[in-house]
């Protein structure tokens, strides 16, 4: 059987101080999953075979893509989330639909 994950994100731009020094706070995207803007971004655990359904809905006033790393995307090419390469840039207060599969396993990275 086949398990499907939906994640529900929202992208927004956060300012950090990672060293809780400085005057001039870093200015990062965060995502929002509805527990709050978190950067870095939560950590996805799947298993191998799982389906991935991710909505990123961008919020930060210009066009984003969220790019997963390390998935073979074979079939969903328009999910990998490569910025005018494989999809255009989300439009601000626009969202996309990544859905695709975890069949390579391994620890990967994603980022916008
Ligand atoms: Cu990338």
């Known amino acids: 059987m086949t398990n499907i994950?939906?994640?529900n994100w929202k992208v927004k731009y956060q300012?950090?101080?990672p060293d809780g020094e400085g005057k001039d706070p870093y200015i990062v995207l965060g995502v929002d999953d509805g527990s709050?803007?978190?950067n870095p971004a939560p950590s996805l655990v799947?298993?191998?075979g799982?389906?991935?359904e991710i909505v990123v809905t961008n919020l930060c006033?210009?066009?984003i893509s969220m790019h997963f790393h390390g998935f073979d995307q074979v079939g969903t090419m328009f999910a990998d989330g490569a910025s005018s390469i494989t999809q255009w840039p989300i439009p601000n207060k626009?969202?996309?639909r990544h859905k695709f599969k975890a069949t390579v396993p391994g620890t990967f990275f994603y980022h916008g």
């Open 46 to 48: 799947v298993k191998e």
């Open 15 to 17: 300012l950090i101080r």
């Open 36 to 38: 709050g803007v978190k």
């Open 50 to 52: 799982d389906e991935l």
């Open 61 to 63: 006033g210009y066009p």
């Open 5 to 7: 994950l939906k994640f």
């Open 94 to 96: 626009s969202s996309y």
